[in-house]
């Protein structure tokens, strides 16, 4: 299996050596014999140069000296110090020096950050996930709330989270507003539902034609349902659109269909659909997907169900809708529901992209619609005699009804939409605390009680009960209703500490913390009935649950939560794409984006549920795209909007670094940036993030006269320039840049490319470990083989700060060790590092362990 | 009634013991005694642009020293003293975004593909000063709400660079201001009275954690303390402020129920309302979007002024020159005769040093040069002479323009806000000030 015995070993032997009190001793002789040379002649008690005095200055960083070290540190490192007129250093003493200092200062930073607190807050994204669990509903309140902080190389910081009172009130406001939409009063009929199906013309329109300018629009305000008498055929590569006079931006919605999958009118059989429901506030960017359908082999009409939150389909315009608007444009204003048949279309040509419409045609009313209706109300001819199409498309007579001839296609019988939608009325939300469908005030404090022991994740004490029962008389009290006391009592038990943070000591804490880091919920009653059942939760009993809790589909919330920390969607939401030197973004941008971003974490979801081994993240066969991203990709014949596993393409191949999410994150916006890419190679991939640069870079000469004149310099270039002017820089940069260099033939977007704007021919070519790298493919080969050790350290150390909430110090490198060495004996399967950590020391202690001196 | 929640709170806190909370003294309450004359900012936007050239050009020429303008701003020459106009600036991130996607970075600077933005310019000041009104700051738009992104309906964006719904309810801010109706009190005083009872309830748990955690001191435990003891002064604040009677005004005059239908009307109550908000000292910083890039119903204002054509079509046509650049010419017409209007009653009311207008900025303009250009805004700066600024005066700073950040990095600090940066700023306009 392993095919470096050695290299593991030898690990061992560095952390052997760094703690070893031999080798700390004669660091320290070492220190201070190059203070004395360098710096006490000018720096003691009689000369003070700069008010600074380096001879008392103690070889252990405390807190007395920590600036001061700082200080010496940053002149040397800049080369200020020792100045010109004195003694000069070598480069050798001055690179051991400089590195024991740092790592004094780094460890000395750690341990003050160190100070384990009993309690760990839950992260906005746990608190929304709570609050969806407790509360049953589908609202994500994370973006309300204040931004958690974010760690540059993608570690947890859970440990550091804390909040204000500006974060109490935004949490608090947040919760109402939850609170009034998922307990709404308790009227027989559901408030402002909207409910589309059969004959509505005042809620609905439909589109059947470019509705981009004046004069061509065609919008159908007849007065019947439109599938009454024109059966709504959707052949492959077409869609279907209504637009709906309703655009609220917040509740869920239900959209059912009734389809039928047609054979080819030649004869043909039955094929698979593959259908795309997409919904969207606006108009304007209509691709925004519910969820992909498989349209199955059967004949007769077939029901589907969609579920969603309007959250999740915001539009880029949300203007209120005024019913007798009929200015240029007002349909854009309405909520669209788009259905796309995304099988292969043969022997047409697929109109062009324009704007933020996809290559693909609409069903246009034509001879049946004329038939159907007669005389066409509402409808205003094209007056370019575009009918029916896309923008710029190609003319002429509709495609579908040729289409139909030689490809399967389905119709849709039926649609119907609603919003709010719930499970249930009276909604979830308000179930518990119902007795015979009413909310009685005798019965509720109990019921509350219930609701305060799953919130607060542990049985309550009697004191506890007392305390909930006042809660909710005092609101009865303040002659609040009982819905609205219920609300306020339901508000008060979740902006509790005992909610809002988590405590490390007992068997519930630990099933709590387990069930937060693979959920990023609370725990359900199998998990608590264990903490009751058990005194000890020995390590098999942790494992069973591990392998349920990965099954449950709240394990998407873990997948989702690591892979935007660790990828880093943070910044990748920052970087916008510059239209100008990606033009075929300016419309798509939105849409792409989010494909970029799912392929991340539908990767992951992959390895992790096919339980693949976790090299795969340096380089696999297969891709997972859609068919956007395989657009995107040039991959051929993905004809679905489901993310699915295909061959990786040969020029990319797989793995992360061939993910554009990665490409573009580390761009900026324009070009692709090779240092960021080289930072996130060694953060990330390798978990070994280069150190900060010192303040106040000098910045690197300009290129002398050749250089200038010979064009733009390329990184490569650059990166040459330091070596040559020996600058400092150069120390640190020569183990960052080539790695990003090395993917330098991908531009910021993702894609292959020869050259790059303004700077000339692609400089790819980089020698790491004296081996010539030429590009991507090389660079991952390489990390395959020369780097597989170091990638195991880097995932497990990122996989062990995600379980534990905080990063990883040099205490834990025992602990790194030992996870890593099984990691791989497991062939690198991540479910299994997983259940290490969870039943290792660290992790089941939590922050009750001893910090080791 | 308020009064019986306040010694109800303070005698549960002394009573209870243990944690020693000591209220503090507001600041609120310090504008009663201490005085200070307001340092006030009135931020207004015109969506598309204005028509910039020939009789009905937007931009005054300076004739001897002194501005002169065209049709469209004739109203404003009586004030040509207190006016200053900037050209050449822009938000440089700004300049390849959509034709019709810079209004929400118009007051923040913000690129306009991020997510979240930036903090507006309003929200800084208010951030600053805020506390020291009854209203830290007004968000005003005809068009109301928060619009879409790039097109929003809003100028105002809070510290954590969330959108500001701006409000389009006349009747809803006199309530607000001046309205001292008991019924409106009571949902305010119902609301405030349940806030402070979940955190006494909260409190509680606070102590018995505590209690639990023994000598595990727990700093987060004390952080989360903390910030419930912020959100109690908050409460206090306005609890304080609702107990201050509400500045008595006339509601005569105020056309209080204008719409769209009617738009110089509802214009004219909205200033009337800033006016008086200004006046009364009940807030110092209004942002006020005047026509948003996406706007519905006040698109149509032109073809309601009889000009033949929605806004976003004037300002189209308006490249064509001739006869459409005069009618968005008579748009901008109508928008000026209504401010200058505000402006004039700010110069004419006199207060404790030299009058509102002397202590007040107007910064009036457009993110779009003509429609679909994001670079040289026009920009017009009133008033303000007492906060250090110098009027009268065309500044063109060219191809070589800092970032419109800069001038707003100037006036927040005129408006006694230090700051060292905004967005994108890389120093201050020094040219504007005296």
């Known amino acids: 299996m392993n095919r470096f015995p050695g290299v593991h070993f030898i690990l061992l032997l560095i952390a052997y050596v760094a703690f070893s009190p031999d080798a700390a001793v004669s660091a320290d002789k070492d220190r201070v014999a190059f203070l004395k040379t360098y710096c006490v002649k000018c720096h003691n008690t009689e000369k003070h140069k700069g008010d600074v005095r380096l001879d008392q200055l103690a070889l252990r960083v405390t807190g007395d000296n920590h600036e001061l070290w700082k200080k010496v540190v940053h002149n040397i490192q800049r080369g200020d110090m020792p100045p010109e007129d004195a003694k000069q250093t070598t480069t050798e003493e001055r690179r051991e020096f400089l590195s024991e200092a740092i790592q004094l200062l780094t460890r000395y930073e750690e341990d003050a950050k160190g100070v384990r607190d009993p309690l760990v807050r839950l992260t906005n994204n746990q608190i929304a996930h709570s609050l969806q669990d407790l ?236 038939k159907a209706f007669g005389h066409t109300p509402g409808l205003i001819p094209s007056a370019n005699g575009n009918n029916g199409t896309h923008g710029n498309e190609a003319k002429g007579p509709a495609v579908y009804p040729e289409a139909m001839k030689t490809h399967g296609y389905v119709v849709i019988e039926k649609v119907e939409f609603e919003t709010p939608f719930f499970e249930s009325w009276p909604p979830p939300a308000v179930q518990p605390f119902l007795t015979a469908g009413k909310l009685d005030g005798k019965e509720i404090p109990g019921r509350l009680k219930v609701f305060a022991a799953k919130a607060w994740r542990r049985q309550l004490s009697a004191a506890d009960a007392i305390h909930v029962e006042s809660i909710w008389a005092e609101e009865i009290a303040a002659g609040s209703s009982e819905l609205e006391a219920l609300r306020s009592s339901i508000v008060t038990i979740l902006s509790d500490p005992r909610f809002l943070y988590l405590r490390q000591s007992n068997n519930y804490d630990l099933i709590c913390r387990l069930s937060y880091f693979l959920w990023s919920g609370p725990p359900d009653a199998i998990l608590t009935a264990l903490a009751d059942e058990y005194d000890h939760l020995d390590d098999s009993l942790i494992e069973q649950q591990v392998d349920r809790l990965l099954t449950d589909k709240r394990a998407r919330r873990f997948i989702e939560d690591f892979v935007a920390q660790w990828v880093d969607f943070t910044r990748f939401d920052q970087i916008a794409i510059d239209p100008n030197y990606y033009p075929a973004f300016k419309d798509r941008g939105l849409r792409i984006r989010e494909y970029m971003k799912q392929e991340c974490a539908e990767f992951f979801a992959h390895v992790l549920r096919q339980d693949l081994s976790c090299l795969s993240f340096l380089e696999s066969d297969f891709v997972l795209v859609n068919e956007t991203l395989a657009e995107h990709y040039g991959i051929a014949d993905v004809f679905t909007p489901r993310f699915v596993p295909v061959a990786a393409p040969a020029h990319r191949g797989g793995g992360v670094l061939a993910q554009a999410a990665i490409m573009l994150a580390q761009s900026n916006g324009q070009d692709a940036h090779a240092v960021n890419r080289g930072v996130w190679i060694r953060s990330r991939l390798l978990g070994d993030p280069p150190s900060d640069p010192p303040p106040d870079v000098p910045s690197l000469p300009e290129p002398s006269g050749d250089a200038k004149t010979s064009g733009p310099v390329s990184v490569k270039q650059r990166l040459d320039l330091h070596l040559k002017a020996g600058t400092t820089c150069y120390d640190c940069h020569k183990d960052i840049d080539p790695w990003g260099i ?24 980089i020698v790491i470990d004296k081996q010539e790298i030429d590009g991507l493919l090389p660079l991952k080969q390489f990390l395959l083989t020369h780097r597989q050790e170091q990638f195991a350290q880097g995932f497990t150390r990122h996989m062990l700060s995600f379980a534990l909430g905080r990063p990883i110090t040099y205490r834990d490198e025992q602990t790194v060790l030992a996870l890593q060495t099984e990691f791989k004996e497991s062939g690198y399967k991540m479910r299994s590092l997983i259940k290490s950590i969870v039943t290792s020391t660290v992790y089941r202690q939590g922050s009750q362990a001893k910090i080791p001196e | 009634m308020a009064k019986r929640i306040q010694i109800h709170r303070r005698t549960f806190l002394r009573g209870t013991g243990g944690v020693a909370l000591s209220l503090p003294l507001f600041e609120c309450m310090a504008s009663d005694t201490e005085v200070e004359t307001p340092k006030r900012l009135l931020a207004l936007y015109v969506g598309h642009g204005f028509a910039l050239h020939g009789d009905w050009g937007w931009y005054p020429t300076l004739v001897e020293g002194q501005l002169r303008f065209g049709k469209s701003m004739e109203a404003f020459t009586p004030l040509a003293k207190r006016i200053t106009v900037l050209q050449g600036l822009e938000h440089p991130q700004c300049v390849s975004a959509g034709g019709h996607s810079t209004a929400d970075s118009f007051l923040t600077g913000s690129n306009p593909a991020a997510a979240v933005k930036s903090p507006s310019l309003d929200q800084i000041a208010a951030t600053a000063h805020g506390h020291k009104t009854r209203y830290p700051s007004l968000v005003l738009g005809n068009e109301g709400g928060l619009g879409g992104e790039g097109r929003s309906n809003t100028l105002s964006y809070n510290q954590f660079g969330r959108g500001i719904p701006a409000t389009n309810n006349l009747r809803g801010l006199y309530d607000a201001m001046f309205n001292s109706d008991p019924t409106l009190q ?134 064509q020159g001739g006869e459409n650049l005069v009618a968005l010419g008579k748009y901008d017409k109508f928008q000026a005769d209504l401010l200058a209007e505000l402006i004039t009653k700010l110069a004419d009311t006199p207060e404790v040093e030299g009058t509102m207008l002397d202590n007040t900025i107007v910064l009036y303009g457009s993110s779009n040069s003509q429609t679909h250009v994001n670079t040289d805004y026009p920009l017009m700066l009133v008033g303000g002479e007492k906060l250090g600024l110098r009027q009268g005066a065309v500044h063109d700073f060219g191809k070589q323009a800092p970032p419109l950040s800069n001038l707003y990095l100037t006036l927040l600090n005129a408006l006694n806000v230090p700051a060292a940066q905004f967005s994108d700023s890389s120093g201050t306009l020094a040219e504007i000030m005296a």
């Open chain 1, 135 to 370: 509360l049953q509903t589908h609202e994500h309140i994370a973006d309300q709330l204040i931004g958690d902080p974010i760690d540059k190389h993608g570690f947890s910081r859970q440990a550091e989270l804390d909040l204000s009172g500006s974060y109490l009130q935004l949490y608090t406001e947040a919760l109402e507003q939850i609170l009034d939409r998922a307990m709404p009063p308790m009227k027989p009929v559901r408030p402002g539902l909207f409910l589309i199906a059969g004959n509505d013309w005042e809620r609905c329109h439909w589109a059947g034609d470019n509705y981009l300018y004046v004069g061509h629009r065609r919008l159908y305000e007849g007065p019947k349902w439109i599938g009454d008498d024109f059966e709504i055929p959707i052949p492959p590569k077409h869609e279907y659109r209504m637009f709906l006079r309703e655009n609220r931006s917040k509740g869920r919605f239900r959209i059912r269909l009734t389809l039928r999958n047609e054979p080819p009118e030649n004869g043909q059989p039955r094929t698979p659909q593959e259908i795309g429901v997409y919904m969207d506030q606006s108009g304007r960017h209509p691709y925004k997907l519910v969820d992909p359908i498989t349209v199955p082999v059967k004949a007769g009409p077939q029901e589907f169900e969609l579920f969603g939150t309007l959250e999740d389909h915001l539009g880029v315009v949300s203007d209120p809708i005024v019913a007798a608007d009929r200015s240029p444009g007002y349909w854009l204003k309405f909520r669209t529901l788009t259905i796309v048949n995304h099988n292969r279309l043969e022997g047409f040509p697929l109109p062009a992209r324009f704007m933020w419409t996809e290559p693909i045609y609409l069903v246009r009313p034509d001879e049946q619609w004329i």
């Open chain 1, 742 to 765: 090395a993917t330098e033939g991908f531009d910021a977007v993702g894609l292959l490319r020869t050259t790059i704007q303004k700077a000339g021919p692609v400089v790819k070519k």
């Open chain 2, 186 to 319: 009571k949902d305010q005083h119902t609301r405030l009275s349940r806030e402070q009872r979940r955190v006494d309830r909260v409190l509680e748990s606070y102590r018995e954690i505590k209690r639990q955690l023994g000598r595990d001191d727990s700093q987060k435990l004390e952080h989360y303390m903390q910030a419930l003891r912020d959100v109690e002064k908050d409460i206090e604040r306005l609890e304080l402020w609702m107990d201050k009677p509400k500045p008595q005004v006339t509601a005569a005059g105020l056309a209080l129920d204008a719409t769209v239908k009617d738009p110089a009307t509802f214009i004219r109550t909205m200033y009337n309302l800033i006016y008086l908000a200004f006046q009364t000292d009940s807030t110092r910083y209004a942002s006020y979007m005047l026509q948003s890039m996406n706007s519905s119903a006040w698109d149509n204002v032109p073809i309601q002024l009889g000009l033949g054509g929605t806004h976003h079509i004037l300002a189209h046509n308006a490249v």
